[in-house]
């Protein structure tokens, strides 16, 4: 059964950083493309970033390039954002989501398991 758990979330100052990361269980973890989506209360759910199998291609909301790093581990079965120079409006709830497609893909549908989700609130 495929668990994916996010953590790292929290309360942060503008301008400020955090590391979320993903941890995959009952998935051979490097076979899945993994993503990063995110919802804002009253907010469609909206993509973050994706990685590909090997971690060798990234794709970003054209919005977060610059700010946000997607990357994995695959000896981990685990993946992170690096979220730097938070603003107010990354405020959400972040989830974490793999796909078996076979390239990277932003496409929310895609994805076919989810995390619960960790909640980040940056404060102005």
């Known amino acids: 059964q495929v668990q994916l758990v996010e953590s790292g979330g929290g309360l942060v100052q503008a301008g400020g950083s955090l590391r979320l990361s993903c941890a995959a269980s009952?998935?051979?973890?490097?076979?899945?493309?993994m993503g990063w989506f995110r919802q804002a209360p009253g907010k469609e759910r909206e993509f973050v970033a994706a990685?590909?199998?090997?971690?060798?291609?990234?794709n970003y909301a054209d919005s977060l390039k610059g700010r946000f790093t997607i990357s994995r581990d695959n000896a981990k079965s685990t993946m992170y954002l690096q979220m730097n120079n938070l603003k107010p409006e990354d405020t959400a709830t972040y989830y974490c989501a793999a796909s078996t497609k076979a390239w990277v893909t932003r496409i929310r549908e895609s994805y076919g398991y989810w995390g619960h989700g960790t909640q980040v609130t940056v404060s102005s």
């Open positions: 990685i590909s199998r090997n971690g060798g291609s990234t």
């Open positions: 009952g998935v051979t973890f490097s076979s899945y493309v």
